[in-house]
């Protein structure tokens, strides 16, 4: 077998305090007079703010009343994000029950009311020392359960592999079964998506109780309206797609539900929320107490449709999050995904520039680059790098008219006019560049070359230099097209 073989991984840092405790839903509510008793609270509360509002003559704002009285604020890491870890097994009763086959890391910046959502593949490689071999990244919550039969504990031996895969802390985590999955969907009346691509599943595997192997699942190019049952099949199936697929489906319907939630004002909706609590009380855990969950619903009602920038780390080295291959292997051999550079000093970097700024992949300033020097394609695998982190990189690529320039520039295309939106437009490409010598140590000039400027629609280019020839000499296991 060709195995992967463990390379040293950077060091990252850990936290301290990895001992959580899992507050599960059903502790919240036991009855209908617990929500009778809250419901009464939140009235008396709403009340005596409103009177309060209207006796110093302020306008009134139920919702910021409510928040008051019973949100608390998220925690957050050292940048003000808060980072979430979502993890999604199958549950009581199916295969593998727990095998986190979804792992999505929501990072939230309150301050610019943005979410970034990156979804890790279930067959990482990764050689941890707790679970005491390598294997899958989706493996570990169940090898651990399986030797502690402490859920606690299990997931904070994933979460902090996670951490130092991505570089990042992680302040909080919630895991949802199947079946809490579909009943959640089901509380709140279903989720609408937009299928991009034909599902045909002759496979999909069927109920445990059905008495059947498969349940063929089918889907047709278009809009559809999903209950819980069908949104699990759409965000399970993977038979004629990929697993890379299937994740970028999950995250489509975690959006679908923030916007179903907040179409039908879940949280002042007594009937919603009971049926929600219902739904989450057997079939989810997360270390959010209640109030922190409120807090985030109340980031969720700040969220616009463009606020939300979502990424896979995949195989596909010419796309975002592009990172990974797969090994060679004898037949027998298990499956794994392992990273091109031969340790996850890419994901830190992704995850620095991905999730702590995805104004990037918003804004997606266009740039072009061009070689000036004599190291052959230098431009296009540069080109692709920039694209794995999220980078808006033109097709219009190639050499420079010089190719003996010494230090690499980055230029920046001044507007034109002084109006409101050219001031905007201008603010994001300087944001760009001032990001781009993270990854390409260059110049940043205003003073884009006239030649360059005529040919080119580019707000930025970038001409490689010796400097940066050198460095892709020193770190060509960076520079990669994905044909292994």
Known sequence: MNAFQKHPIQSFKKKANLEKKIIKAEGWIHSHWILSLVALVLGLLTLKGVYGNVQSGH???????????????????????TNILLLGVGGEGHDGENLTDTMIVATIDDS?????????????YVENERVGWGGRLNGIYE???DQEEDPVDAEAVLEEQIEEIMGIDIQYYAKIDFTGFKEIVDAVGGVTVEVTEVISDDFYPADPDSGVTYDPFY?????????????????????NTSDFSRALRQQEVIQALKDQALSLGVLTSPSKIKDVYYAVSNNFETNLSLSELLSLADVATNLEADSIQSAVI??????TGGFLYTPEREEGDPYYLVPFAGDFSEFAQFAQLFLYHPEISKDAVPIRILNGTKTESLAGLTKMMLVRYGFNVSTHYGNADSNDLEKTQIYVRQQSSNTEASKADQAKTDNTAKLLPLL????????????????SDEEIVIVLGADFAEYYKEHSELFYIGFY
Do not use: C, W
């Open 59 to 81: 306008p009134i704002s139920v919702k910021q009343i409510f928040m008051q009285a019973v949100g608390n604020g998220l925690e957050t890491d050292g940048m003000g994000h």
């Open 112 to 124: 610019q009311n943005t979410v970034t959502m990156v979804s890790l593949p279930r067959d990482l």
């Open 143 to 145: 090898d651990i359960y």
């Open 219 to 239: 889907l047709s190019v278009g809009t559809h309206t999903f209950d819980g049952e069908t949104a699990l099949k759409y965000v399970r199936s993977r038979h």
């Open 314 to 319: 995949s195989d596909a080295a010419y796309e």
């Open 440 to 455: 390409i140590d260059g110049e940043i000039s205003a003073d884009l070359p006239p030649s360059l400027a005529a040919e």
